[in-house]
């Protein structure tokens, strides 16, 4: 390393109490302080980003879907027009089934963190396909409502339905184009542990989120 | 380390016009505000309730207090730029001081959120204490870009409304139900007109998009939103004509968008009421 | 693994091509300059926009050669309200001190080569781009620009044509483009959280950061938490005004006579999410601000900030507070009063982080040795604007007293002094503190100098008389003071500082020719022309691609270690090892 370790530095210049200037403590906070200067590509501060970047862009995709659950949750109260809405049936189909593509994708983990790559890939087509399946569920489900008369403006409950399965619907998209970058490991920039295991967090959240969505749209409707 | 001599010129001890200057002109720019202030240039009219004496009241409170940390931080700032000028001194060497840290982060809170809490009184006075169940009732509706004012008239019941019977064209801009009797009597008239020392209860309505009902000697303001009755009360204690105005952008007849309000004796509220009820 | 990251120390390959140096740049330097050079732009027509407004509130009837009909009429006064706080709050606060001024210098100063996400970074800026190109797009489409004002309430917002001119097409075009603008900064917030938390330099420790690092942090955390509020809102009204849904737009509302068909939507809803957005937005606007004053007096007084800790904590506690006031816009909106008192004494709790970061300004300046650099002076004008409009907001935090004050100029007054100019003067501080880094050259001193007094006296001409006709009562956004007879007698103080706005935004011309001036025949800068600490004033002028030419810092004090006794220059940077600080005996 071209650089002295900031350990064995002696510092001259006096410490203050309270002063940000306390004299080369050892790099420390979250994030360790510090990647060795390195932000090459495969450096390790830079993987670490990714997993960070992933946790970060979550916070902000929950605070959008926030905003609907609260926008919801005071439209409902607010007006004296709205009318409870069936959700069909398939849905609870589909929950089931994004529910095991979380277990099916921790079970691929497994299988890469035991070196396992076969397994693992394996255990990721079987996730892709079904949120793909999860996907076409959906879309049965807007074409049940449409054939039942149930459309965008129809009630504020079925606005909403309607919002929130779109909103989640391309957030899973984006999840799928993910998966499948991740299947034929196109990112060259991330390793594939990093990349799978961002995309994973992606995944089970978007899985949190439906769940929540959906008991939201049948118990709190 | 590099050096620049044009640059270090620039960084080096330079006149004292430059501080001098500044520090003056934050000295005029506070002497202007608080000359305007304390000559009250621009006076606003004496508020007509009790309540609007009291929102003044809270309102000089906030001008003491900011008025005074506005003339010693500005001052204090003018001051330290003149006085702490690079006159090729050492600056002194300190990270800041925990104790005033304490001192003034407490000072604040104090005065901040206390000035916040005495003004409680005043807001409560406004909002939190409903009406008095005699208070004259008028029921205020808005639309682009006009105020419509209506009594309930001598049966003392407001006439149910039918939007689908809104025409402000064919003279029934409210949309009374011609089928309920009750509405028959209801006044419906441009201008407020309300006798003076009387509660005065207002219900704001909206047809279209929001508005305001807002008379700057009454320091009363409010929303008049579509889909909800939002109701305000004051007793206006003198006499007069004063002006109502929209303040809630509402579209492209907003700054023309006023109304009159009419502070009349007992008796000219009777004559006004027997006029109208033609 | 790391020994490799020190030979190849960039993640991307310095590019070659022009397009791909200057155009779809992954440099965050480069992405940096574009932002600003987007904001120049903004800015320059937003304060056209102004010049115009006031232009007519004192000679309403003029003719104008580019107008069509010649006169300006109520509508195209408030297409011009709408779009000029449009552009200013979005397109100049947001984009020039954080996306700008941070994208530049964020990464130097931690010490790291890039953004965390170089592509992430390109990708926020050409959808802010586009976000700028559709609400220009609004000027020119059917029925003109907006006409709701930058907060564009529903129903007035919601409707389409029928509640007046441009809230057809405008009012979508302007959806759309705040839409992109919140994806923007939602992958600009990303990328800066990302990069502070996981690239610091060794030895930076969090503690050890500059304090613009602070402001772009907590401003990155904000807008993180926010843009994505504004989004959501702004995908529902755009549903209500095209889809027929009824979220915003309630029942049996009856327009020019005719009943729409709506069911019982909520408009205060939009207020809520609207203003929670919209007050850390003002914090997003004014944060890296306070970061860079702190920064500037700091250096220029030659001695630490004082209370470095007290300075981080109170923009913590600042971000934190910001989500829990955004209530105190809506006092008189129908809001349970209730609701309203909380927000009021909440309210009142966030003048003490701002009381805190102004007493420790003085501090700094205390016992100084304070050099009058161009710079330095908007840092001093940064913190004298930011006392007068933060004082203001006192009034306005109390419901009772707002029901005399909402809605008239003295709000106007109070938010141009506070998140307006004085973010303005951030930014201005920072150009002429950091043009030399990023252009090699510096600006000129004595233009600098004429520049700040126009523009500080101009400022506090226009906007310190707004307070005095808004305690009197007259209403903001009105197109004409004819529909109202109390509002005539303001007309000479609306003539003044009608004057002082032409002359102001004239000064501004001043800035303008200094800067392209200097682009070309400034003096050269050395690699530290202000003998800063920070790390960015360690590497070449202008940086080389990989920002510490294929080196990396490691850090061993804090930012601020100005004249410490015993060393003999009166300042220490934050790389130098300790053996290496030249002492004196
Ligand atoms: C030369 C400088 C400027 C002048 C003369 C100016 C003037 C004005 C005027 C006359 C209004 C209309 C007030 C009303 O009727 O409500 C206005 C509104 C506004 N200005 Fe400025 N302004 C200037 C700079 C700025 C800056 C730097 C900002 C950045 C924050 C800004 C943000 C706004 C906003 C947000 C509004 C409110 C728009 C609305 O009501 O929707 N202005 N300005
Ligand atoms: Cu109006
Ligand atoms: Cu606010």
Redesign the interface.
Known sequence: MPIASVNDVVEIIEPKRGGPSGPSKPPRGFGGGGNGGGSGSDSPGRQRAYVTGMTVALGGILMFFMALVSAYIVRKGAGTDWRALIVPRILWVNTAILIISSFTLSRSRRHFLRDDLQGFRHWWYVTTALGFLFLVGQLIAWRQLNAAGVYLASNPSSSFFYVFTAAHGLHILGGLGALLAVAFHKGRRMSLATSSSVVAMYWHFMDGLWVFLFLLLTLGR | MHRDLRIRDLRSKGSAATPALLALLITIMVVATVYVFAANLYPAPTAITAIGEMIDRQYDMTLWVTGIVFILSQLGLAYAIFRFRDRGQKAAFTRGNNTLEVIWTSATIILFVGLGLLGRKAWGETRFTPAEPNAIQVEVTTNQFAFNFRYAGPDGKFGRIDTKQISASSGNPLGLDSNDPAGKDDIVVPTLTVPVNRQVELVLHSQDVIHNFYVRELRLQQDAVPGLAIPIHFTATKIGQYEVVCTQLCGLGHYHMRSLLNVVSDEDYAAFLKASAQ | ??????S????MPAPTGFISKWVFSLDHKVIGIQYFLLALAAVCLGIVLSVLMRFHLVWPSAHLPFITGGQM???QY?ALVTMHGTIMVFFVLTTAPQSGFGNYFLPIQI????M??PRLNMLSFWTTFLAFVAIIAAFFVPGGSP???WTA?P??SG?GQV???GEGWGQTMWIVSIALFCGAS?MG???F???I????????????MPLTCWGWFVTAILG??????L???G??LL?DRS?????FV????????T?LNH???????WQ??FW?FGHPEVYIAILPGMGVASHLLSTF??????????MAYAMCGIGFLGFMVWGHHMF???MS??S??AF??L???I??PS??K???W??T?????????SPM?FA?GF??LF??GG??G??L????????L???YYVVAHFHLVMGVAAIFGIFGATYFWFPKMFGR?MS?PLG?LHF?IT??GA?CIF?PMH??G???A????????????LAQ?QP?HKFMTIAAFITAAGQLIFLWNFFWSLKHG?????????ATTLEWSTATPPPH?NFGG?????????????????T??Y?PQHL???E?P?SK
Do not use: C
Not at chain 3, 8 to 11: E, L, T, Y
Not at chain 3, 523 to 531: E, G, L, Q, V, Y
């Open positions: 693994m790391s020994s490799h990251a020190h190849a120390p960039h993640a009429t109520p509508e408030l010490g790291a080569a890039d965390a996400f006409i709701s004002g309430y129903p007035l409707l509640t007046g001119p939602l917030a990303l990328n959280i990302a990069t938390i996981d690239l610091r330099a060794p030895g930076m420790t969090l503690m050890r993180l938490l926010a843009f994505g509020v989004l959501a809102a995908v529902l549903l889809a027929g849904t009824s979220f309630p029942a049996s509302e009856v327009v020019t006579d009943l069911k019982g939507g909520s408009p205060i809803l809520h999410l929670f007084s030659r001695k630490p900030i004082y209370g470095y800790r007290a008189i909106s129908g009063p209730y309203g008192f009021s004494v309210t009142m709790a003048g003490v009381a805190i102004t007493f420790n003085l501090g300046l205390w016992n100084g040795k304070i050099q009058f650099t002076l001093l913190v004298s006392i007068s004082l203001s006192l009034f935090a109390q419901p009772a007293v707002d029901n005399r909402h809605a008239t510096m001193e100098k007094w500080f006296a506090y310190m005095f006709i305690i009197a009562g209403i903001r956004r009105y197109a004409d003071y004819t529909g109202v007879q109390y303001f103080v003096a050269k800068a050395s690699d530290n022309p202000w003998h990989d080196h990396y810092p490691s850090v061993y004090r804090g930012p601020y270690e100005f004249s410490v006794p015993g060393v220059e009166d220490v090892a300790p053996q600080v002492r």
